[in-house]
């Protein structure tokens, strides 16, 4: 933990998040980042994705177009699901003081379906996508619910560290986990199946053991508040309010379309990244296991420096400054197989496209750790007090939006022209979020989140 962050066990101020935290329940909250980082990266980007695409599903027609749509398409449900819940979820929490109590739920979820994927062979295309969808699902909301509790941990002032301390500790538990699942449980191929199908049981037990700090030390500083209606007539109330209090919190609401655009782009990649490396690009695994790690280390270094940045440039510049790093990745994952050939011809090397694509993974790696991290202490810092729950399941509802939409478009477009053209989608889509942030006012956000009170919306 940076030894900024002092011992003492303080309150926020009047619910401003004015001080620190104890440092054991920064370290407590961050380890849920450590521990859910082995669902992500385990189950939707290098092992599972891969095997469900090119095993469970397998090529059709001489490609695996359809195997890519069908992973894309049990993406989209589940982020859709969240879309449809998160905001809803994020006002009973508020209401009822339960975030810690919604964030379990979501845990035991995310530990039992991901275990269930052991039975997933083969042709089990149907079980195999209903159990993405509901694993998916489920840890996506911890997410969401995680979230909710940086405005709690310290003040604004120190947020965009917290934040990258939470996605820098993750990034290095999803290289201990994955890293043990390659070099123990080996490659995702048919020969191998019996083996790699103990992925879902060993990224369900990871989650389960590394969780367990957050529920011992994460509090829950929120008291419920008295009510006369039934808690969910309350909250779909709430959520009404929110969404007309936007006009109020008019930086935020810039801010999440913004965001809209940016995770589309990220969600793009978490998904793809590995299954375009091995339909494109064409490595082979000592080179896949290469650039996993290159690429956890260099996202847990964006996340740390960056995060420290974002409180010295502030947090605009700094999500602006990830969306330029993006697009220049995107630009240089596309462009690989000819730089390569370019590279070869200049310096009459023989370098092959899967080894510069580990240089490319360095640049992907740092936008990753960064943007992430920039996005989530901008909410933070647009939340009012007593609405950080409620405000979290919107930043929750835009990701998974953005999911939705990233994932359906790349599916869609990769049936058409093939993956590899698709993934300028991403640049894109980055350079859309850009345009938009352009216009957000931090100062501005801030203020309005500091000014808020309950009676202004009529809650």
């Given amino acids: ?57 397998g090529e059709y027609g001489g490609s695996y177009r ?48 991901t275990a269930l994927l052991y039975f997933v062979g083969p042709g089990y295309v149907v079980s195999g996508l209903l159990l993405i969808v509901v694993s998916n699902y489920a840890y996506s909301m911890g997410e969401s619910f995680i979230a909710a509790f940086l405005p709690g941990l310290g003040p604004p002032a120190a ?31 048919a020969e191998n199946f019996e083996r790699i199908r103990f992925v879902g049981p060993f990224a369900a037990g990871f989650f389960l053991i590394a969780a367990i700090p957050t529920f011992a030390w994460l509090k829950e500083r929120a008291t419920p508040q008295p009510v006369s209606a039934s808690y969910v007539r309350i909250a779909r109330q709430r959520v009404l309010a929110t969404w007309r209090d936007l006009r109020h919190f008019r930086d935020l609401s810039l801010f999440l379309v913004s965001l809209l655009f940016s995770m589309a782009g990220v969600y793009i990649i978490i998904a793809f990244a590995f299954i375009y490396g091995g339909q494109v ?17 260099t996202a847990a270094g964006g996340a740390l420096g960056f995060g420290a940045l974002q409180d010295r440039l502030g947090g605009k510049r ?12 995107i630009i240089a994952i596309w462009a690989t197989p000819a730089l390569t050939e370019w590279v070869n011809d200049r310096l009459g090397l023989t370098w092959q496209a899967q080894h510069l694509f580990l240089v490319v993974g360095c640049l992907a790696g740092a936008s990753l750790g960064s943007s992430q991290s920039a996005s989530r202490t901008l909410v933070g810092l647009f939340s009012p007090a007593g609405k950080s729950a409620e405000f979290f399941g919107f930043w ?14 790349l599916g869609t477009l990769q049936v058409l022209v093939g993956l ?10 980055f350079m859309v979020a850009m345009l938009i942030c352009t216009r ?12 808020w009170r309950p009676e202004e919306s009529g809650d």
């Fill in 66 to 113: 359809l195997a890519n749509f069908l992973w894309s398409l049990a993406l989209a449900v589940s982020y859709l699901l969240v879309v449809l819940t998160a905001p809803l979820c994020g006002a009973i929490m508020d209401c009822r003081a339960e975030k810690k109590r919604f964030l379990w739920w979501s845990y035991v979820a995310t530990v039992v379906s």
């Fill in 281 to 297: 690009i064409g490595w082979d695994a000592g080179v896949r296991n290469v650039m996993f790690i290159i690429v956890q280390i």
């Fill in 420 to 429: 590899a053209g698709s993934i300028l989608l991403c640049a894109a889509l």
């Fill in 440 to 451: 957000v006012n931090e100062s501005r956000g801030r203020a309005a989140a500091g000014q």
């Fill in 396 to 409: 929750g509802l835009a990701n998974k939006l953005a999911g939705v939409l990233g994932i359906v478009l």
């Fill in 1 to 57: 933990m940076p030894s900024a962050l002092p011992e003492s066990d303080t309150r926020r101020a009047s619910g401003a998040g004015h001080r620190y935290a104890s440092r054991r329940e920064i370290v407590g909250w961050a380890m849920f980042d450590f521990a859910n980082q082995a669902y992500t990266l385990l189950i939707i980007t290098v092992v599972f994705g891969d095997l469900y695409t090119t095993v469970i599903v």
């Fill in 159 to 189: 947020l965009g560290k917290i934040s990258g301390f939470g996605w820098a500790l993750g990034y290095l538990g999803g290289l201990f986990a994955a890293g043990f699942t390659l070099l123990v449980l080996g490659e995702a191929t």
């Fill in 318 to 329: 700094t999500y602006q400054l990830t969306l330029a790093l993006w697009v220049a990745a």
